[in-house]
């Protein structure tokens, strides 16, 4: 029997083991303080910067203040809200299939993957990773923001991507139904062909996800994360949240405000570090993944 990827991580085999990712870091300035709180306080332990946005300047000064954050590039290629967006870092001129007429990315996911050219794809990637190092982040790892820079057009970049920087990614065997929610039903031979590529090149697949952040009313945190985290199975999972403080800047960005505020105190509080306990749940980061890719 091979070794379990959390056996490698110096946990037992069954065990449950979360990856506590904090998504947006850089979208605007209360997800900034919203992330790093959750992350100064746990049980929040990594999370990813998206380069594109206004406020990733100052994500990156926060984080070079924390020589210890387990931060990553939360590769981008969407611009999701109405009234706040972003276009792309390498410059529309460069990447014109990644913006619409306005000159920002696209909203949507869908939108990304039909009219986006892979090779603008990556040189767009590729240019948020190297505008992230040149900010002084010790890139830990890469993800995907709204799941765009994983769809099959774009995956084999992803995998490139990954095994050049030597850093792990977001990565799992995905089942009919998370295919069927990333509108990628016939996609599975391209996936199951990028992730072999990364596990020949040493990048650790994930055992699990829990990507079910903010979907829920004012007042029901508690009980949708307890949902959550008893979800979890044996393994290594990515439990996804969206911290952010709350305030005029968050209402006016986002319809789902109270629940990135709501992520910010449970991931970066001790209701969510007594949840995790109750239910003997460990947590680790992306930065470990790395060393084992490292060595």
């Given at each position: ?35 790093f ?26 984080a070079r ?23 792309p ?5 460069s ?66 991507l ?67 985290l ?66």
């Amino acid at each position: 029997m091979s070794e379990a990827l959390a056996e490698r991580l110096g946990f037992g085999r069954d065990e449950r083991i979360a990856i506590v990712h904090c998504d947006d870091v850089g979208m605007c300035h209360a997800a900034n303080v919203g992330a790093f709180e959750a992350l100064d306080a746990g049980p929040a332990t990594c999370g990813s910067v998206m380069v594109p946005c206004a406020w990733f300047p100052e994500a990156a000064g926060m984080a070079r203040a924390r020589p210890d954050a387990d931060l990553g590039v939360h590769l981008t290629l969407t611009a999701e809200w109405e009234s706040y967006r972003w276009g792309p870092v390498a410059g529309a001129g460069s990447v014109p299939s990644l913006v619409d007429a306005d000159g920002f990315l696209y909203r949507t996911t869908q939108e990304a993957a039909a009219r986006g050219r892979p090779e603008e794809v990556e040189i767009e990637l590729r240019a948020q990773i190297e505008r992230a190092l040149a900010a002084g982040l010790d890139v830990t790892h890469l993800d995907a923001h709204m799941g765009a820079a994983f769809m099959p057009p774009f995956i084999e970049i992803y995998a490139r991507l990954a095994l050049e920087y030597r850093v792990p990614v977001f990565a799992i065997h995905p089942d009919a139904t998370s295919l069927a929610l990333l509108g990628a039903a016939d996609s599975g031979r391209a996936i199951g062909r990028a992730l072999q590529r990364l596990e020949e090149g040493g990048v650790p697949i994930l055992d699990g996800m829990e990507g079910n952040s903010l979907a829920f009313e004012p007042g029901e945190g508690l009980a949708h994360n307890a949902e959550r985290l008893d979800g979890l199975g044996p393994g290594v999972s990515y439990l996804i949240c969206h911290p952010a403080r709350g305030g005029e800047e968050l209402e006016a960005i986002s319809p789902d405000a109270h629940a990135r505020d709501f992520e910010r105190t449970f991931y970066g509080g001790a209701a969510g570090r007594r949840a995790l306990e109750a239910r003997g749940i460990r947590t680790v980061g992306m930065r470990a993944l790395r060393d084992l890719m490292r060595g």
